[in-house]
């Protein structure tokens, strides 16, 4: 069946520096991909999506790239500020249901 | 704001006993989702909803059941609980015409 993986259970980054979470899956049918924001104690919230038509994808301060040749994406985060400090889980899929991968800790660092 | 509630938010209870959480959401959405998240394990797939009484079986349905008998509320039971059943549950709804998933905001249960 499909799989959503990170590459990392964690990663720390200096603040004002850019963050760079990976992301792979095993599924080359999937269509659609979506990065979430976890914080302590509250649910995921969406950041960025991107669907398989499509190689990048801007919003504010993130960027999420799509390389289907490796069935890899990643998020970017620019200026990295201590409030990016949370579990980011990519997860994918075709359709719906979405697969989650199982998360990295992203530590801002003051 | 998403529009979804769950309740309740905390709930300890004992091995055996029978455990029901619920999901509203204000968003008229056709699907719905329950997961579970564990250290370790990320974020898992119960059960989800495709429309009112329509459900399937997500990657660790065992041990759960689910309900939807109007658009607004799906049910997650727990028919005789086990402290392997302890963890976060969350409740997704899928907007209609963008496919986001927007999560609820938990629902910790301790089985002791």
């Known amino acids: 069946g499909e799989s959503v993986g990170l590459h990392l259970p964690t990663l720390s980054v200096q603040e004002g520096d850019n963050s760079i979470i990976n992301c792979a899956y095993s599924?080359?049918?999937?269509?659609?991909f979506i990065w979430y924001k976890q914080e302590s104690g509250k649910g995921p919230q969406f950041i960025i999506d991107?669907?398989?038509?499509?190689d990048k994808r801007q919003g504010q301060r993130v960027t999420v790239l799509l390389n289907k040749t490796v069935k890899h994406l990643s998020l970017q985060i620019a200026a990295t500020q201590p409030g990016d400090s949370a579990v980011y889980f990519c997860?994918?899929?075709?359709?719906?249901?979405?697969?989650f991968g199982k998360g990295t800790r992203l530590s801002v660092i003051a | 704001d998403a529009g979804i509630t769950q309740s309740p938010r905390h709930k300890v209870t004992e091995t055996g006993t029978p455990v029901t959480l619920r999901c509203h959401q204000t968003?008229?959405?056709?699907?719905m989702y329950w997961y579970r998240q564990d250290p370790g394990h990320g974020l898992r797939l119960i059960h989800y909803?495709?429309?009112?009484?329509?459900?399937d079986k997500g990657e660790v349905s065992d041990g759960y059941s689910v309900s939807r008998s109007k658009t607004e509320d799906f049910l997650l039971t727990l028919e005789s609980a086990t402290s392997s059943q302890t963890s976060v549950y969350f409740c997704?709804?899928?907007?209609?015409?963008?496919?986001?998933?927007?999560f609820g905001e938990g629902s910790r249960l301790t089985v002791l």
């Open positions: 997860a994918g899929g075709v359709n719906t249901p979405l697969v």
């Open positions: 991107i669907r398989s038509n499509m």
């Open positions: 909803s495709y429309g009112v009484k329509d459900t």
């Open positions: 968003e008229n959405h056709r699907y």
């Open positions: 599924n080359s049918a999937s269509d659609y």
């Open positions: 997704a709804i899928r907007a209609d015409l963008t496919g986001e998933l927007f």
